[in-house]
């Protein structure tokens, strides 16, 4: 109940502050307002505490200083944060992409698919009505030109024909809804196959599209595109550290540049940079064209010799097989449902990466090229990969540490595909310098508490291994104070105490979402199995005891007993007694002396077997004189 007042709460304050925005001609998503308010409760800066429940004026103030930080149109840590939120909101990778086109595909045939089987045509005309359905779904579930052109129905039409004639609807309409469904995908294949083959002879398919041509050209310049973008960021980010560095060693430079925001910059090239490789690393276009060209290349000559196959076993025959033709149609109709996909995933990468460049602007508008050709003057830029290339030759000396894991490529198997946290960069430079500096693995991989971390120089790792916590503790501060870095280096299991959300999300996806909730109730029988009643059952033990008792005729039992000098030993005895209490007195003396215990046994109360009873009264108490 308190996670749901708390939650309406935070819905509240989001709404009100994207009110307040739009009164104000700026326009912001819920998801905005929300990552905004995250980022304002997390700085330090702000005096915030998350383990208080906040007052009235606490909210007044977070409200005000999440407007003010959303109207900063400037700030490029308000851009990468409506890149995080515009990237994770829109973001599939290869598998749920197309899986997601497939279902929608499925849904937009569904209608038809349920028309096709639940009927059941009885006369003529009902049945040329079933086929025609056939042939809108058959051309529907292909993608091979339009439903709207004659032309195009015709060529579908006379397909279909060759392999379901419009007399077999009849044996079609008895089988099981299932059965139906899969012949229908059956019948979607083979006549995309048919038609791609006569498209190939020259007999038809004008409105077919050449993909694999398209692909072919259509794949080097996306890629281009990616590699100009990722080329961009580099060079930004190779500049904005250099300039960072130069403030570390300056005073005078730090008062120049302390006013252009050269951190929130950084973080925004790195952010933008992570995005545009996780394009090309999840949808199999690599960093160069040629391997994608291969990979198509690769498709178009499978479909090329399916083809040909095709064609030597039709060519100059009146009549063939059909468990010979048929496997080829549906390969023919699988690569090009193939070469579908990839367009698919190539228009998705292209309208990705257009959308991405629209966040570059701010560091246009920060830094100008005059401005920032002048900043750079005398101040030496190097590349990531210079930066490495100068420590290769030097490496942590393990024996210098007792304590402590360190991995080395001649040393651990699978060296390269270890999960190295802050997304491969110094773990030191971060909290200490604020800077995105790129690890080099071959220094040396500290392996702390299951996790691992690579750094920029050989006295960065001395450092750091030092005390570990300390410089983790740093990194952590630091994204409190820039929000951005939480999913640039990806320290989301570090934050998540703040928020009822939990990260039930896969592993391409880093921004937390709330998770889905809502109200349910069950009802469970009283009695769920029948009654069964035992009349014999008793629960009283004092009614079994006088049942025991019915049952034993104890007047025809005797029992016996017997005790010698050997045997009365032998048996367990335990007493209570309370210890003697030290008592004196001056005036008295307490004395007493014990009674012998009368013992009176009565011989004969329960009878015989003669009819008279005879009782025997023995007395064996001792004389008072002998106790």
């Given amino acids: 109940m308190a996670c749901r007042r708390a939650g309406s709460r935070i819905g509240d304050i ?3 502050i994207r009110q307040e925005c739009a009164t104000r001609g700026h326009a912001a998503s819920e998801t905005l307002v929300a990552f905004v308010v995250k980022a304002v409760v997390l700085d330090p800066g702000n005096d915030f505490n998350v383990d208080q429940t906040f007052t009235k004026k606490d909210v007044q103030d977070l409200i005000q200083l999440c407007v003010t930080k959303l ?3 400037t700030n490029p840590s308000l851009s990468t944060m409506k890149m995080q939120v515009y990237f994770d909101t829109n973001y599939a990778n290869r598998a749920e992409l197309l899986s997601e086109q497939h279902r929608v595909l499925e849904g937009r045939l569904a209608p038809v698919v349920r028309d096709i089987t639940d009927s059941h045509p009885r006369v003529q005309e009902e049945m040329e009505n079933v086929y025609r359905k056939i042939v809108s779904y058959v051309l529907l579930s292909s993608g091979l030109g ?3 052109d004659i032309e195009v129905v015709r060529e579908v039409t006379a397909a279909l024909q060759s392999v379901f004639p419009q007399t077999e609807v009849i044996t079609f309409t008895s089988l099981s809804k299932k059965s139906k469904e899969q012949q229908l995908k059956n019948l979607a294949m083979l006549v995309t196959g048919i038609q791609l083959y006569n ?5 038809g398919g004008s409105s077919i599209d050449d993909l694999p041509a398209i692909l072919s050209e259509a794949i080097p310049s996306a890629t281009w595109m990616v590699d100009e973008g990722l080329n961009t960021c580099h060079t930004l980010a190779h500049q904005y550290t250099a300039l960072l560095e130069s403030m ?9 540049l302390s006013s252009f925001k050269l951190k929130e910059a950084l973080f925004h090239v790195r952010q933008y940079e992570a995005f545009l490789c996780i394009l090309l690393l999840r949808f199999s276009f690599q960093s160069d064209a040629i391997t994608s060209a291969q990979e198509v290349e690769k498709m178009k000559v499978q479909f090329a010799t399916t083809m040909e196959q095709l064609k030597n076993t039709v060519q100059n025959k009146v009549s063939t097989d059909t468990k010979e033709v048929f496997p080829l149609f549906v390969a023919l109709s699988n690569l090009w449902t193939s070469f579908q996909d990839e367009m698919l995933l190539l228009r998705f990468l292209t309208n990705m990466t257009n959308d991405l460049q629209q966040f570059l602007e701010i560091h246009s508008q920060l830094f100008t090229e005059e401005v920032l050709t002048s900043l750079l003057e005398g101040v030496t ?10 420590t290769m030759g030097t490496r942590v000396n393990v024996s210098d540490f007792k304590n402590q894991e360190w991995l080395f490529p001649e040393t651990t198997d699978n060296f390269d595909q270890l999960l190295i946290q802050y997304h491969g960069f110094c773990a030191h430079a971060i909290g200490v310098k604020g800077l995105t500096l790129p690890g080099n693995p071959a220094i040396g991989i500290l392996k702390h508490k299951e996790r691992c971390y ?21 990194n952590i501060e630091k994204a409190k104070e820039h929000i951005e870095l939480i999913q640039l280096l990806e320290l989301h299991h570090q934050f998540e105490y703040l928020a009822p959300y939990a990260q039930a999300r896969n592993a391409d996806k880093y921004l937390m979402k709330p998770t889905t909730k809502c109200d349910s109730s069950t009802q469970t029988d009283t009695h769920i199995l029948p009654p069964t009643i035992v009349t014999s059952y008793e629960w009283n033990e004092w009614e079994l005891r006088r049942k025991a008792l019915k049952l034993a005729n104890l007047r025809r039992k005797i029992t016996h007993a017997m005790q010698t000098d050997l045997s009365h030993m032998r048996r367990e005895n335990s007493t209570q007694v309370y210890l003697p209490k030290d008592v004196s007195t001056q005036t008295k003396r307490d004395n007493s002396s014990n009674v012998p215990r009368p013992q009176i046994f009565l011989k004969g109360l329960r009878g015989g ?10 007395d064996l108490t001792r004389a008072a004189d002998e106790a």
């Avoid at 830029?381 to 100068?390: F, G, L, M, P, W």
């Avoid at 750094?455 to 410089?471: G, R, V």
């Avoid at 077997?609 to 023995?618: D, G």
């Fill in 71 to 73: 109207l900063d149109t």
């Fill in 199 to 203: 498209k190939e002879c020259g007999k």
């Fill in 454 to 474: 690579v750094f920029s120089s050989k006295e960065a790792a001395y450092m750091f291994a030092q005390d570990p916590e300390k410089f983790i503790q740093l």
């Fill in 146 to 148: 339009s439903p709207t």
């Fill in 14 to 16: 989001v709404r009100e």
């Fill in 381 to 390: 830029v190097k590349s990531d990969e210079e930066r490495i290339q100068e």
């Fill in 248 to 256: 570390l060693e300056d005073l005078h430079r730090y008062v120049q």
């Fill in 609 to 618: 077997s003669t009819p008279t009873t005879h009782m025997v009264k023995v």
